[in-house]
């Protein structure tokens, strides 16, 4: 399997913040960097030699960035089966088409992870109001209904509370193909992110600590203050999955701990995670970085956490408030970094950026990135 050196060229599938910071990493080692993306003004634009302004769905634009590039990654899945054909067609492509084609429709993603023996919740695929009232019914009441296809950072789902909603789920949702899953008597949220190169060499990260406002990602700490045989558990799971879909690149397994202490898959993400930019300022090797080693099959690097960091996501809502954000203020704080992602707009639930900050205890990283946020403003 060939090796990509620095001097090499990597093409990106999307140049949203996360394109934009495997970029930045990529320029670290020395490579080239193009991308692929509908917005003109991405914030991969900035710091890429070349940015392609199309559509996901154009593939001959894709196989343009493709023929000038020795290998092609994506920072985000819902890239358009076609596209992801043409590409690898021309250049590696990595994670492969395969699959990509079974994250981006939960019910086949569920349906995989159950045949492949990876502990699930209670679930059903969908595909009309009235089966749905009946499955809301045997899934208990409780449940939460999601588009098969599409949705991110909460969009795309529904709670219902009792059958009586179907219905109006499955307009809401636009009167598509769902998944229903039981709702779950959670402990916590946590993810484990998992490296794989073409060769075969795997690392797995130490689980982060996860917690949702409004189904967004609000905070994360790395490592999570998990129980030792919990963090075995979910690395091992993350390895499995990795090794049984033949990654190469990133995956990230999105878990949820039950109060009885088991341990179940919610989703897959075959890329950088929002849940691991602490590993940014934790690790030796940020997960930026380490896509860039993987899909290039070059050693993957150290997942050491050499001091525990946390992250606070910063949405476009607080630049629409007045005043805008107190940046001098964080800048002024000890331990604690501002990352801004160069998007011109600010809207309500966009991620605009994030802080991070370090500490000597998960705790103390913790509360210093919410003694930030609260300085800027939020």
């Known amino acids: 399997m060939k090796t990509i050196l620095p001097g090499g060229t990597i093409g990106i599938l999307g140049g949203g913040q996360l394109g934009r ?6 320029r670290t080692l020395g490579f080239q960097v193009q991308a692929l993306d509908p917005d003109p003004a991405c914030p991969a634009r900035w710091v890429v030699d070349q940015c392609y302004t199309a559509d996901f769905g154009d593939a001959k634009a894709a196989a343009q960035l493709a023929r000038a590039c020795d290998v092609v990654t994506l ?3 819902k890239i358009p089966l076609p596209t992801l054909r043409a590409v690898a067609e021309h250049v590696p492509l990595r994670p492969s088409a395969a699959v990509l084609e079974m994250v981006q429709h939960r019910g086949r993603q569920k349906a995989w992870l159950a045949k492949s023996g990876f502990p699930l919740g209670p679930w059903r695929e969908l595909g009309g109001a009235v089966e749905l009232g009946a499955a809301v019914e045997a899934l208990g009441g409780k449940c939460f209904v999601k588009s098969c296809e599409g949705g991110y950072d ?22 598509r193909a769902v998944v229903a899953e039981a709702a779950l008597d959670l402990e916590a949220e946590l993810s484990v992110l998992v490296a794989r190169s073409p060769r075969g060499e795997t690392v797995v990260y130490p689980p982060a600590f996860n917690h949702h406002e409004e189904r967004i990602l609000a905070w994360s700490l790395l490592p999570g203050p998990l129980p030792p045989e919990v963090v075995t558990r979910a690395m091992e799971i993350g390895r499995g999955l990795a090794n049984a879909l033949q990654v190469e690149g990133l ?11 088991r341990l179940l898959v919610n989703e897959l993400a075959p890329r950088p995670h929002n849940s691991f930019h602490a590993t940014e300022v934790a690790c030796l090797t940020s997960q930026f970085e380490q896509a860039v080693r993987a899909v290039c099959n070059l050693p993957l690097g150290s997942v050491e956490v050499v001091r525990p960091a946390a992250i606070v996501n910063l949405l476009g809502d607080l630049w629409l408030r007045e005043g805008g954000p107190r940046f001098e203020q964080v800048l002024a704080m000890p331990g604690v970094r501002l990352h801004l992602y160069g998007k011109r707009d600010a809207r309500k639930g966009r991620k605009m950026g994030h802080l991070s900050a370090v500490g000597a205890t998960p705790e103390e990283a913790l509360a210093r990135v919410k003694a930030a946020s609260q300085a800027l403003g939020m």
């Open 21 to 26: 910071m495997m970029a930045l990493s990529a």
């Open 75 to 77: 920072e985000i899945e």
């Open 154 to 175: 909460g969009r795309g789902q529904v709670q219902v509370k009792a059958a009586k909603e179907a219905a109006q789920a499955w307009r809401e949702l636009g009167e």
């Open 251 to 261: 995956l990230v397994v999105e878990l949820f701990l039950l109060k009885d202490g």
